[in-house]
């Protein structure tokens, strides 16, 4: 019966839905696996270079987890002393942050509350009403907030216990990647093998730009929101800076987690409105360079995408597919990119491109008699 090429292709179909539905079954305890296979992946090539100097890639994962706790150590050591002075500075500066604001903001409160005293005791009541009318439904919405808390209490630690699993799962899969790449290839009919193999080559490529491409962008916004910051004297340049850098990773997010912030501390650290509005000015324009000129000039060329291309890929994944959409575009732009220069190279080598059309024949028109 499977001989049958319908039936295997209902068969191949019906295990590939049955695949998907059970990662999406138990997706929650294959996080910590995918996280160690992605640290495993951007590792390799690092254990790679350590085999090439005749060294075993068991000693090259140690040494590597020796080089990152002194970067990491050294970056504490750098950093972290200076994050923390400005901590400090901002939190001796907090009461006077909050006397100013109150100095400015009650007059204000206590202006509109006399100039609209009778909407202002009707909204009160209209509070007390609610509350007496729905205070049962209230306190139970309560109960249930506070058991689902439990639960995703439970939850998170289930998640915390996965990730401290995530080194040592990493440390094996490092240790054993490339014989899983072999035991990988050998699936694979020796007829395709090697245009396979090819267009992994490429993917590799591709994706571990993009990761380079993306860090270089966020270290480059780092320094461009530090030093804008620091210029119009907001309090904790460095530590604003460095954050809203990274979580600009996630795009957006950089720019909702540094801007308030950087705007209301400087205005309160009395440094006037022309300063205050340097620093809004400051993730503005960071922002407009990233998008018109860092990521596509950095990002397309580690990845080999044109800038057009780069700019083209984030509307379009924004446009259709919102926040995860302008997350995954240019990965996935540099994944259809390496499809079709594929596809391109398959058909200039195909018949069909070389093929000559016979000329169309002449037809000779007949004398009139």
Same mark, same amino acid.
């Given at each position: 019966?499977?001989?049958?090429?319908?039936?295997?292709? &209902?068969?191949?179909?019906?295990?590939?839905?049955? =695949? %998907? @539905?059970?990662?999406?079954?138990?997706?929650?305890?294959?996080?910590?696996?995918?996280?160690?296979?992605?640290l495993a992946y951007i590792?390799?090539?690092?254990?790679?270079?350590?085999?090439?100097?005749?060294?075993?890639?068991t000693?090259?994962?140690?040494?590597?987890?020796c080089i990152i706790l002194l970067v990491f150590g050294g970056f504490l050591l750098y950093v972290v002393p200076r994050l923390v002075h400005q901590l400090n500075e901002l939190q001796d500066r907090l009461p006077l942050y909050w006397d100013r604001l109150r100095d400015q903001l009650l007059p204000q409160v206590e202006a509109f509350r006399q100039e609209h005293a009778q909407e202002y005791q009707q909204g009160l009541d209209w509070l007390v009403e609610q509350g007496k009318k729905n205070g049962a439904a209230l306190l139970a919405s309560i109960s249930m907030g506070v058991a689902a808390?439990?639960?995703? &209490?439970?939850?998170?630690?289930?998640?915390?216990? =996965? %990730? @401290?699993?995530?080194?040592?799962m990493t440390f094996y899969l490092l240790r054993d990647f490339d014989k899983l790449k072999l035991q990988a290839v050998e699936l694979v009919p020796l007829k395709r093998r090697e245009s396979v193999i090819g267009f992994f080559s490429e993917l590799d490529g591709a994706l571990s730009g993009f990761i380079k491409g993306q860090l270089t962008v966020a270290i480059i916004l780092s320094i461009i929101y530090s030093i804008g910051l620091f210029i119009c004297g907001c309090p904790a340049p460095l530590l604003i800076g460095v954050i809203a850098g990274f979580a600009n990773l996630v795009p957006y997010l950089g720019l909702a987690l540094g801007l308030l912030p950087a705007v209301l501390l400087t205005y309160l650290?009395?440094?006037g409105w022309g300063f205050t509005l340097g620093a809004g000015l400051t993730f503005v324009v960071g922002q407009m360079l990233e998008g018109l000129v860092i990521t596509p000039k950095v990002v397309g060329e580690s990845v080999g995408l044109h800038p057009v291309v780069v700019m083209l890929a984030l509307m379009v994944g924004g446009t259709y597919f919102g926040l995860v959409g302008m997350i995954l575009a240019l990965p996935s732009a540099a994944v259809l990119v390496v499809i079709l220069k594929r596809l391109y190279g398959s058909y200039t080598r195909s018949v069909l491109f070389h093929e000559e059309f016979p000329a169309k024949p002449e037809i000779k028109k007949g004398k009139k008699s």
């Amino acid at each position: 019966m499977l001989s049958k090429p319908w039936v295997r292709q &209902l068969a191949l179909v019906g295990l590939i839905i049955a =695949g %998907l @539905v059970l990662l999406i079954l138990i997706h929650q305890v294959l996080v910590p696996i995918f996280i160690a296979l992605a640290l495993a992946y951007i590792f390799d090539p690092v254990i790679d270079r350590f085999e090439l100097w005749k060294i075993p890639r068991t000693w090259g994962i140690v040494i590597l987890c020796c080089i990152i706790l002194l970067v990491f150590g050294g970056f504490l050591l750098y950093v972290v002393p200076r994050l923390v002075h400005q901590l400090n500075e901002l939190q001796d500066r907090l009461p006077l942050y909050w006397d100013r604001l109150r100095d400015q903001l009650l007059p204000q409160v206590e202006a509109f509350r006399q100039e609209h005293a009778q909407e202002y005791q009707q909204g009160l009541d209209w509070l007390v009403e609610q509350g007496k009318k729905n205070g049962a439904a209230l306190l139970a919405s309560i109960s249930m907030g506070v058991a689902a808390s439990f639960k995703s &209490l439970g939850s998170l630690i289930a998640k915390l216990v =996965g %990730l @401290v699993v995530v080194p040592v799962m990493t440390f094996y899969l490092l240790r054993d990647f490339d014989k899983l790449k072999l035991q990988a290839v050998e699936l694979v009919p020796l007829k395709r093998r090697e245009s396979v193999i090819g267009f992994f080559s490429e993917l590799d490529g591709a994706l571990s730009g993009f990761i380079k491409g993306q860090l270089t962008v966020a270290i480059i916004l780092s320094i461009i929101y530090s030093i804008g910051l620091f210029i119009c004297g907001c309090p904790a340049p460095l530590l604003i800076g460095v954050i809203a850098g990274f979580a600009n990773l996630v795009p957006y997010l950089g720019l909702a987690l540094g801007l308030l912030p950087a705007v209301l501390l400087t205005y309160l650290s009395g440094n006037g409105w022309g300063f205050t509005l340097g620093a809004g000015l400051t993730f503005v324009v960071g922002q407009m360079l990233e998008g018109l000129v860092i990521t596509p000039k950095v990002v397309g060329e580690s990845v080999g995408l044109h800038p057009v291309v780069v700019m083209l890929a984030l509307m379009v994944g924004g446009t259709y597919f919102g926040l995860v959409g302008m997350i995954l575009a240019l990965p996935s732009a540099a994944v259809l990119v390496v499809i079709l220069k594929r596809l391109y190279g398959s058909y200039t080598r195909s018949v069909l491109f070389h093929e000559e059309f016979p000329a169309k024949p002449e037809i000779k028109k007949g004398k009139k008699s």
